[in-house]
Structure formats: structure tokens, C-alpha cells
């Protein structure tokens, strides 16, 4: 890989993670109603999945161009999990100190943000002995690499975003069983945050399988599917809400379920692109997938922008879809960076 466009592809998610930062602070300062608050606390703490992204792709490319250390195999993955500490604690804060419902939405969508991140960060630490993908996918099946992860390690990866999914799915759900406003919109998010993570499974599960050479034509099949799955369910479930359930209370969540359910489809570049280029380089268009999906995010929130000098529901949802078409481009790079790798 050049340096130069190394360099270019580190630099995109810690500018989209500074877009999201300084917006969403500029919302949050902007007024002191619970639109401005809810909208600009999640586009804020979009920017640590940001963060976790940045880690994945200096992980990578460092590996690439022949500059990764042993601080850097611990510092980059730390980084990662501490900025989805920071969404983790920072959401479950929101929730205990405030008694509003904007304070009660904000914290529950920030938890699932920082669940997110957690994954995405363990898609960096898989991603410690990803030089290992390029030869093991040309020494062919039964060979097992002497520098691959152990059968603990690999238990390991494969528990955290599963938990994180289980968490967020779950306790979503259990939170929307309540007709009360908050509970609604958190409850929906919070449990489409939850399949997001599960997509992410599906990453952790193809880099860990590939790293370790047991990746079959079975995982070629389930694993793309499986986001494929995930992120359908988020964008009909977000039109279910919007179609039958249509009120200022779901206008909210049925949006940024979409947006989530186009996260998804991002996060299907990255699996798909490792699938087709198992064995067979069959990937050259797979990172126009995360530039059509950013765009696709950002002509919605355009639209929405236009609704919310009608009907102010639709401020959060423009803001939010805004951020998620940053993380959308940030995976650009990472597929990207993907392609590169596995290519060479």
C-alpha cells in the first residue's frame, strides 16, 4: 500500500469522528429543548465509533506497510475499548442523573453506541494478526499458522460482540413493552442498535476464521448473510413504524432504524468483500458499497431537514442520519483498506 494513501485512509474516520464531535456538540449548544439535547448527545458520541474505526484501520495498515510494534498491537485496540468505556458510562450516567425523557432516550441511545464501539474495537483486536488472511488464504485448507490466535482468544472475540448484541436486543425490547414515550423511542433504537452489533458478529466471526484458516464455504454463504438479514430486519422494522405506527412519538426511531439497517449494509462491505476474496479475487466494487450507503443517508437527512421546518419530530432524525452517513463513509476506508490487504 502507499504511504500516502495509508495516510489518507487514517485520517477519514478521525475527520468524520471530528464532523460528528463538533456537530454534535454545535446541536446540543444550540437550544435547550429535548430535540437539541437527544440529537446532539448521540451525533456527539457518534465520533467513538469513529474513534474504534480508526484503531481497526491503523491496526491493518501498519501491518501492511511494515510499521507495526508491539505498543501499537496493545495501544490501538485499548484505545478503541476505552472510547467505548467513555459510551457505556457516559449513557448509563445520562439515564441515572437526569429525570427527563431526553435524558432518559439520550442515555439508553449512548449505552447502545458505546456497545457498538465495543464491538468495532474487537474487530481491531482480531485484526492484530490480520497479515495472516493473504498467505492463508494461498496455502489452502488444513494448513493451521503457527502465529494464530488460541482456541481462548478466539472464544473471547466471538463472546464480546455477541454479548453486546444480547444486551442491546434485549434490553431494548424489554424497554419498549412500556407505552410511555421514552421508553418507546429508547426501546426501538436501543434494540436495533443491538442487530447492528450482531453484523458485527459476522465481521469478527470472518477476520477470526480467516486469521486461523478454517474459514469454509459455509461461512462464505452465512456470515454476509447473516448482516444481510440483520440490517433488512432494522430498515422494516424502521418502515413499520413509520407505515402503521405513523405518530410524533415513532417518527424518531423509525428513521434512525433505517439509518441503522444502512449501517448494516456498510458493515456488509466489509464481510462480503472478505468472503469474495477467500481464495478467489472476486471483490473490485465491493467499496462502493459504503459510498452509496453514506449518500443514501445523507439525501434522507436532506429530506428531513426540509420536514422538520413543518414538524419539529423530524429534527432528531435528520441530525442522527447525518452522523450515521459519517460512520457509512468511515467504512469506506476500512473496506478499502480490506481490499488493499487482501489483494496483495
Request: with cysteine; glycine share 10%; charged share 10%.
Amino acid at each position: 500500500m502507499n504511504y500516502w494513501i495509508s495516510v489518507l485512509f487514517r485520517i477519514i474516520p478521525l475527520a468524520m469522528g471530528a464532523i460528528c464531535l463538533g456537530y454534535g456538540w454545535y446541536i446540543w449548544d444550540m437550544g435547550s429543548d429535548a430535540n437539541t439535547y437527544v440529537a446532539g448527545h448521540v451525533v456527539l458520541f457518534l465520533s467513538i465509533i469513529c474513534v474504534a474505526l480508526f484503531t481497526t484501520a491503523a491496526t491493518i495498515i501498519r501491518q501492511l506497510i511494515h510499521t507495526y510494534s508491539a505498543a501499537f498491537k496493545v495501544a490501538l485496540p485499548l484505545i478503541g475499548y476505552v472510547a467505548a468505556a467513555i459510551g457505556i458510562i457516559g449513557g448509563l450516567i445520562f439515564v441515572r442523573s437526569g429525570t427527563g425523557a431526553e435524558h432518559f432516550v439520550a442515555g439508553h441511545v449512548v449505552f447502545g453506541l458505546g456497545l457498538i464501539t465495543c464491538c468495532v474495537s474487537t474487530v481491531a483486536l482480531s485484526s492484530t494478526k490480520f497479515i495472516l488472511i493473504p498467505s492463508n488464504s494461498k496455502a489452502g485448507p488444513g494448513h493451521h499458522p503457527d502465529q494464530a490466535f488460541s482456541g481462548g482468544m478466539v472464544a473471547l472475540l466471538f463472546a464480546i460482540p455477541i454479548i453486546c448484541a444480547l444486551i442491546g436486543i434485549v434490553w431494548g425490547i424489554d424497554i419498549v413493552r412500556s407505552d410511555e414515550t421514552p421508553n418507546v423511542v429508547a426501546g426501538h433504537v436501543l434494540a436495533g442498535i443491538g442487530l447492528v452489533c450482531a453484523s458485527l458478529v459476522a465481521l469478527v466471526a470472518s477476520v477470526v476464521r480467516q486469521i486461523q484458516n478454517t474459514y469454509s464455504e459455509a461461512d462464505r454463504r452465512f456470515w454476509p448473510w447473516l448482516v444481510i438479514v440483520m440490517g433488512t430486519i432494522d430498515i422494516l422494522w424502521g418502515l413499520y413504524l413509520l407505515i402503521f405506527q405513523y405518530g410524533p412519538v415513532t417518527i424518531a426511531p423509525g428513521f434512525v432504524l433505517i439509518g441503522l439497517g444502512i449501517v448494516c449494509y456498510s458493515i456488509l462491505s466489509k464481510v462480503l468483500l472478505l468472503a469474495l476474496v477467500w481464495r478467489y479475487p472476486l471483490a473490485k466494487r465491493i467499496p462502493l458499497i459504503p459510498v452509496l450507503t453514506a449518500l443514501t443517508c445523507l439525501f434522507i437527512a436532506a429530506f428531513l431537514f426540509e420536514a422538520a421546518t413543518i414538524n419539529p419530530a423530524y429534527m432528531v432524525p435528520a441530525r442522527v442520519m447525518v452522523g450515521l452517513g459519517g460512520i457509512c463513509f468511515t467504512l469506506f476506508s476500512i473496506v478499502s483498506i480490506l481490499e488493499s490487504g487482501t489483494s496483495s
